[in-house]
């Protein structure tokens, strides 16, 4: 663009040129050559597609002519000005964002996967505390949901006794533990 760009201003400067060697006579005839020809081609193309340098080439070629020979333009100088207020646009605001928290990435998504494929007997938590200490900000609660939504259960059953079990051998080895050591106050 910048190429073509700079072909079409070097190309205006030299037609400048070469206007200012000719005549006086043969201009208002080259003039009106043009003119027809721009009203011919008016009534042909309904909507112009002009490229960002031939915008540019205008709108600078629009700052040299006064405001009541703008007529001879193919735009308007609305246009003229939407063009300009887009430029601006572009140039000062800031890129949309989606709302909400961005997606996780794939990357992470395939590590967290990998970690409950390789350590089975890892929960969401474990994997979780394993991925900050290798420098990834992973919430358990997103380590939960990418182990769900694949299948894999976030906080696998651990080998050992139910609480059940847990509970009632705490029960037969601490009760009898737990009225020896009572005593009486007297």
């Known amino acids: ?16 040129i070469v206007l200012s060697l000719r005549g006086e006579r043969t201009m208002e005839i080259e003039i009106l050559v043009l003119r027809h020809q721009v009203a011919v081609l008016r009534r042909q193309v309904k909507r112009l597609d002009l490229e960002p340098s031939d915008r540019a080439v ?3 070629l629009a700052r040299l002519l006064p405001r009541p020979r703008w007529a001879t333009f ?19 605001t800031y890129t949309r964002r989606r709302p909400g928290r961005p997606p996780v990435q794939a990357a ?4 967290v996967l ?9 929960g969401h938590r474990r994997i979780q505390g394993e991925l900050v200490g290798l420098g990834y900000r992973v919430a358990a609660s997103t380590v939960w949901s990418i182990l769900t939504n694949a299948g894999v ?3 696998p059953r651990r080998t050992g006794p139910t609480w059940t079990e847990l509970l009632a051998a705490q029960a037969k080895g601490s009760w009898p533990a737990i009225s020896c050591t009572s005593t009486q106050s007297g």
């Open 1 to 16: 663009m910048v190429v073509s760009f700079g072909y079409l201003v070097l190309r205006q400067v030299l037609q400048l």
């Open 58 to 60: 205008l709108s600078a």
């Open 74 to 92: 193919l735009v308007t100088p609305a246009t003229l000005l939407r063009w300009h207020r887009a430029l601006i646009a572009r140039k000062w």
């Open 108 to 111: 992470i998504r395939a590590l």
């Open 114 to 122: 990998r970690l409950a494929k390789e350590n089975p007997s890892w």
């Open 153 to 155: 259960d976030p906080a």
